[in-house]
């Protein structure tokens, strides 16, 4: 296979996420639900097409209608989709969302098992990783195997050639034994990643700490290079070994907050991605800018239902930064 040059892997789960019919209500009580395309991963790879950068998504879905569309809708977002692969024994994971206010989601996992979980290492595409610029994951990939021995290895790929690691925590505790198992499978590859993004609870979860900086710093000595949180509609952290800073959210009226956290990600991917980030720690004002444009994606997406159909694209991004700066 020949080799292609991408900005930015995304690797994990592409899934059907089932949307409510109505906002304010429980996931028992919602009445109806829409299914999307969803995803973290897949979120990101698309966000990141949409701004104007290379993404690849690896990963498996199920060899029934719903994996051949999702595949189709990546492809349709000039998402690389040759790392995907069918699994004829799993059907596609599905996850049903309610949203008892517009900025909170209760999730609930349809996987017994679902086939995202079950890519294993030796179908990973080697060739897409050891030409990126970086590695995206979440630690969705981390719950069980053979996912989770598939997400090392792509770790390792991706160290060994020079590429930065980005891990999204996106810590959903029904999926997961205990909060312990969810610490520990953190800690196990923090010491391997570039950017960390956590948001508040897994700030406590993994160092103990309510205060942004100060566990922010406690993040970045275990590791990362770089380490940002998020705080939904206050704003966004981020620390350095340079220092901390806090970049305040734009107001804009939110009518779904799915996918937000997935498309500020992206913005912040496609920003890095433009620098030396392992040879070149952005400084405090450099990354100033850097999430103050990731707080724009976030915010765009937050404006319209759905999370793929709500990603901005760069133009967008600009003319929104542009009237909220002027």
Request: glycine share 8%; hydrophobic share 45%; with cysteine.
């Amino acid at each position: 296979m020949t080799e292609l040059n991408v900005d930015v892997v995304c690797l994990g789960e592409l899934l059907v996420d089932m949307f409510p019919a109505e906002i304010g209500r429980r996931l028992a009580e919602v009445t109806a639900f829409y299914p999307k395309p969803g995803g973290a991963p897949a979120n990101v790879a698309a966000g990141i097409a949409r701004l104007g950068r290379r993404s690849a998504f690896i990963g498996k879905v199920g060899d029934d209608a719903f994996g051949h569309h999702l595949a189709a809708v990546l492809a349709a977002e000039a998402v690389e989709t040759r790392g995907m692969r069918f699994d004829s024994e799993a059907r596609t994971t599905m996850a049903f969302i309610a949203s008892p206010d517009p900025n909170t989601n209760e999730y609930l996992f349809y996987r017994n098992p679902g086939a995202d979980t079950r890519l294993r290492a030796e179908e990973l595409d080697e060739a897409l990783l050891r030409n990126c610029k970086a590695l995206h994951f979440g630690s969705l990939s981390l719950v069980e195997e053979p996912i989770r021995s598939a997400a090392l290895r792509a770790v390792e790929i991706v160290v060994d050639s020079g590429g930065m690691v980005s891990l999204d925590v996106n810590y959903r505790p029904t999926l997961w034994s205990s909060a312990d198992a969810a610490y520990e499978a953190v800690m196990a590859i923090i010491g391997r990643v570039d950017l960390l993004k956590v948001n508040e609870e897994e700030l406590r979860l993994l160092t103990g700490e309510s205060d942004p900086s100060v566990g922010g710093m406690a993040l970045i000595k275990m590791g990362p290079k770089l380490c940002v949180m998020t705080s939904g509609t206050e704003g966004s952290h981020f620390a350095t070994v340079e220092g901390t800073g806090f970049v305040p959210a734009f107001p804009v009226k939110t009518v779904d907050a799915t996918g937000c956290g997935d498309s500020f990600v992206a913005g912040l991917l496609s920003q890095l991605t433009a620098i030396e980030i392992q040879t070149t720690i952005p400084g405090v004002e450099q990354m100033q800018r850097i999430v103050s444009y990731a707080n724009a994606v976030g915010a765009l997406t937050a404006q319209t239902k759905g999370v793929i159909p709500a990603l901005p694209n760069a133009d967008a991004v600009e003319h929104f930064l542009a009237s909220h700066h002027s």
